[in-house]
C-alpha cells in the first residue's frame, strides 16, 4: 500500500486510517472534512489550513532535547530560543508562535526594520529579541528604542560600521543601550542547498581582527558590559551534523578567547538556525544524517568541553532555528481542477458490431490481463498498435478504428502497469512516463511553493482520500498560471502516483505537506495570484474548530497594492458597457452587477469549465 512516504516527511503529525489522511491529534480531524466544510461557504480556491498544536510540539520538543542534552552533560548554562520572523511573518502564525512559545520564555528574531517592530509589538514581556541583517542608523536607533521600552534585546553586529555607529547613538543619546552580540566570521563553512552564510568568503561576520578591534572600540567607549553575546549562522536545512560541530568548536574557542581577554558581561552563544525538514517522501531519498536528540547533545557536549579545557564558565545556549519550528504547521490544500488524459477513459470506447481483427483481439487481452499474463500482453498490445497505426496511415481503418485502438491500448498499459508486482524495469518505467496524467491544481507554485520553482525543493504531497485505493497513474502537476514553470514534473526516480478520478462525478484534493517555512513569506504574486484563503484548525480532544479565517485579496485588492486605482478601472469597464446595446434593461444590470461581483473575489478558479 502506498502510503506517500507519510513514515518519512509526516513525524507522525498526520496518518492514513480507512480511505482518508488525518490529523494524529486529539480528535483525529479528517483533512477532508476540515477541507469540506470550508468549501460549504464558498470557498473554491487553495486554502493553507494552519494546525498550531504542531507549533507548540516543536517548540517543546526544542527545549525538551536542550535541556535534557544539559542536564546528562551536567552543563551549567541554560538554553534560550528564538523564532526568526522571516521564515514565516503571517499574524496567525507569530500569535501562535509566541502563544505555545511563552511558558519557555521563547523570542522573536528579526532581521530587517519591518520584522523589528513586528518583534518590539509582539514580543512576549522579558522574551529575548535578537536582531541580525545589516542596519542602518534608523535600524540602530530603533534597537535603542526597544531597550529604553524594557525589551530585552540583543543587537548582532555584522561589521565594524555597525559598532561604530551603535557608539555614536550611545554617545548622543540618554537611552538605554541594547545589549550586543558580535556574528563571528568563521573558516569552517556549512553544507546543504543554502550553505551560504558561513565561511572566509561568507556575506556575515567579523573576522579575528575585526573581533579585536571590537573589543578595543567597545572598550574605549565604555560598552564593554554590553557586549553579552556570540552569533553565528552557518546556513539553512543543514544535511550534515560535522559542520555544524566544526563551528561549534570555532565559535566556542572564540567566545572562550574573549572572555579570557576581559570580556565580562559575554554570557550567550547563539549557534543560529539551520535545523533540517524531512521534506522527502522516498525511502531510497538522502535525509539529514543527525536527529535532534544527537544536534543538541553534541552541541552541548562540544561547549563544555571547550569551556572547562580554557577555565571558563559555561554560556548559555541560544538557537535561531525557524524552518524546524514552523515547516510542518502548514498544509496547502488545492482542488484538482482537470486531468488531461481523461479523453482516453474506458467509456469513451465506440467498439462497432464488426471490428478489425487486431481490435477484436485487443479487447480479448483487455479482458484476459492478470498479474501473471500482463507483461506478455502488454508487449503483444504495444506490437498491435504500431500495426493498427500503419494500418491507418494506408487506408485500411478508419478514425473509429484508431480512437479505440489507442482507448485499448492505454488502457491495457495502465491496468498493467496496476497489475505488475516489478514497476522497476527500464521499459515500465518509461510507459509511465509517457502515460502520465497531468492534474490541474487550482492554485500557482510561485506563490505557495516557491522553493519548488526557485530551488527544486520537494514538498510531500498525497490526496486527502481514496487512500484505500491503490493509485497507480504517473503524475506531473500543473498549476493555472501560464507560465511552464508552474508545474511539478513526473520523475521516474521518484514517481508520485495519484488516482484516476473521474472529476465529473466527485472532486479529489491534493494536500502539500511541511509547507509551513518560507513558502508564505517569498510567494510571488506571479499572474497576480494572491496568497491563499487561510484557516487555523484548533483541535481538542473530541472536536475541532475552524478559525481565524483570512481571505484571499480580491481581484480589486491586488491591483490596487500594485499602484492601479481599481475605481478608476472599474468606471471604464461599466462605461465601455453602458455604450453596448442590450436586449433588456435587466440584462444590462445583470452584466453590470457580474463586473461588481468579479472584482471583488480573488483571482483563482471558481469552476472548471
Ligand atoms: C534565516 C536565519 C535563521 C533561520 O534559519 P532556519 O534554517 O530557518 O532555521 C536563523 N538565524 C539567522 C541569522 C538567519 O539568517
Same mark, same amino acid.
Given at each position: ?24 491529534? &486529539? ?17 473554491? &480556491?487553495? =486554502? ?71 518583534? !518590539? ?16 542608523? #534608523? !535600524? ?62 561568507? %556575506? ?26 556570540? *552569533? ?24 572562550? #578567547? ?10 550567550? =552563544? ?11 517522501? *522516498? ?23 571547550? !569551556? ?44 462497432? #458490431? ?68 516489478? =514497476? ?82 466527485? #472532486? ?15 510567494? !510571488? ?13 484548533? =483541535? ?47 440584462? %444590462? ?21
Amino acid at each position: 500500500m502506498n502510503n506517500f512516504g507519510l513514515d518519512i516527511w509526516s513525524n507522525k503529525n498526520f496518518v492514513i486510517e480507512g480511505d482518508e489522511v488525518l490529523v494524529n491529534f &486529539g480528535s483525529k480531524p479528517s483533512l477532508l472534512k476540515i477541507t469540506q466544510e470550508i468549501r460549504q461557504k464558498d470557498v473554491r &480556491g487553495p =486554502i493553507i489550513l494552519r494546525f498550531p498544536h504542531l507549533i507548540k510540539k516543536q517548540i517543546t520538543t526544542l527545549y525538551e532535547c536542550f535541556n535534557h542534552a544539559i542536564a546528562e552533560n551536567s552543563y551549567k548554562g541554560s538554553f534560550k530560543a528564538v523564532f526568526p520572523l522571516k521564515v514565516n511573518q503571517f499574524p496567525h502564525v507569530v500569535a501562535a508562535v509566541t502563544d505555545k512559545g511563552t511558558p519557555f520564555n521563547y523570542g522573536l528574531e528579526a532581521g530587517s526594520k519591518a520584522e523589528l517592530i513586528l518583534a !518590539m509589538s509582539k514580543i512576549v514581556d522579558g522574551a529575548n529579541i535578537t536582531v541580525n541583517g545589516f542596519k542602518d542608523k #534608523e !535600524m540602530i536607533t530603533l534597537a535603542f528604542i526597544a531597550a529604553q521600552s524594557g525589551h530585552n534585546i540583543t543587537i548582532t553586529i555584522e561589521g565594524l560600521g555597525e559598532l561604530k555607529t551603535i557608539i555614536a547613538v550611545a554617545t548622543a543619546s540618554n537611552l538605554k543601550v541594547p545589549n550586543i552580540g558580535i556574528r563571528v566570521r568563521l573558516h569552517s563553512t556549512g553544507s546543504g542547498t543554502w550553505a551560504k552564510s558561513a565561511g572566509m568568503d561568507a %556575506k556575515f561576520g567579523l573576522t579575528a581582527t575585526e573581533i579585536l578591534e571590537a573589543l578595543r572600540l567597545l572598550k574605549s567607549a565604555n560598552l564593554l558590559e554590553k557586549l553579552s553575546m556570540i *552569533h553565528f549562522h552557518i546556513g539553512s536545512q543543514m544535511d550534515d551534523i560535522a559542520p555544524i560541530k566544526r563551528a561549534i568548536r570555532e565559535a566556542g574557542n572564540i567566545y572562550a #578567547e574573549l572572555k579570557m581577554l576581559g570580556a565580562d558581561a559575554l554570557s550567550n =552563544i547563539n549557534i543560529g538556525g539551520g535545523l533540517a525538514v524531512s521534506y522527502e517522501q *522516498h525511502s531510497d531519498a538522502k535525509l539529514h544524517n543527525y536527529s535532534l536528540e544527537e544536534f543538541s547533545s553534541s552541541v552541548v557536549f562540544l561547549l563544555g568541553e571547550i !569551556m572547562d579545557a580554557k577555565g571558563v564558565t559555561h554560556p548559555d545556549i541560544f538557537t535561531e532555528s525557524g524552518r524546524f519550528i514552523v515547516a510542518s504547521h502548514a498544509v496547502l490544500v488545492t482542488p484538482v481542477l482537470e486531468l488531461f488524459t481523461q479523453d482516453y477513459h474506458e467509456q469513451l470506447l465506440n467498439l462497432k #458490431e464488426s471490428n478489425p481483427p487486431l481490435i477484436t483481439e485487443l479487447k480479448e487481452l483487455y479482458n484476459q490481463l492478470n498479474s501473471k499474463n500482463c507483461i506478455e500482453y502488454l508487449h503483444d498490445a504495444l506490437d498491435h498498435i504500431e500495426s493498427l497505426l500503419t494500418l491507418f496511415d494506408l487506408g485500411y481503418i478508419d478514425l473509429q478504428d484508431r480512437s479505440n485502438a489507442e482507448i485499448l491500448v492505454h488502457n491495457i498499459i495502465k491496468k498493467s502497469l496496476s497489475l505488475t508486482s516489478n =514497476i522497476n524495469t527500464s521499459e515500465l518505467k518509461q510507459l509511465q512516463v509517457n502515460l502520465q496524467e497531468r492534474y490541474l491544481i487550482n492554485a500557482s507554485i510561485f506563490q505557495s511553493l516557491p522553493d519548488y520553482w526557485g530551488l527544486k525543493q520537494h514538498f510531500p504531497v498525497m490526496p486527502l482520500h481514496h487512500l484505500s485505493k491503490k493509485a497507480i497513474r504517473g503524475a506531473s502537476i500543473w498549476d493555472i498560471t501560464c507560465d511552464s514553470d508552474g508545474e511539478i514534473g513526473f520523475n521516474p526516480n521518484k514517481p508520485l502516483y495519484l488516482h484516476d478520478i473521474n472529476l465529473e462525478e466527485e #472532486e479529489y484534493f491534493l494536500g502539500f505537506f511541511n509547507v509551513g517555512a518560507y513558502q508564505e513569506a517569498l510567494g !510571488m504574486g506571479h499572474n497576480l495570484f494572491t496568497h491563499p484563503n487561510e484557516y487555523t484548525i484548533v =483541535i481538542s480532544d473530541d472536536a475541532y474548530e475552524i478559525t481565524n479565517e483570512e481571505e484571499s485579496k480580491s481581484t480589486f485588492n491586488i491591483l490596487e497594492s500594485i499602484g492601479y486605482n481599481s475605481n478608476e478601472l472599474l468606471n471604464k469597464l461599466k462605461s465601455d458597457l453602458n455604450k453596448s446595446y442590450f436586449s433588456t434593461p435587466k440584462e %444590462k444590470s445583470d452584466t453590470l452587477s457580474k463586473l461588481d461581483t468579479f472584482i471583488n473575489q480573488n483571482g483563482y478558479l471558481r469552476t472548471t469549465s
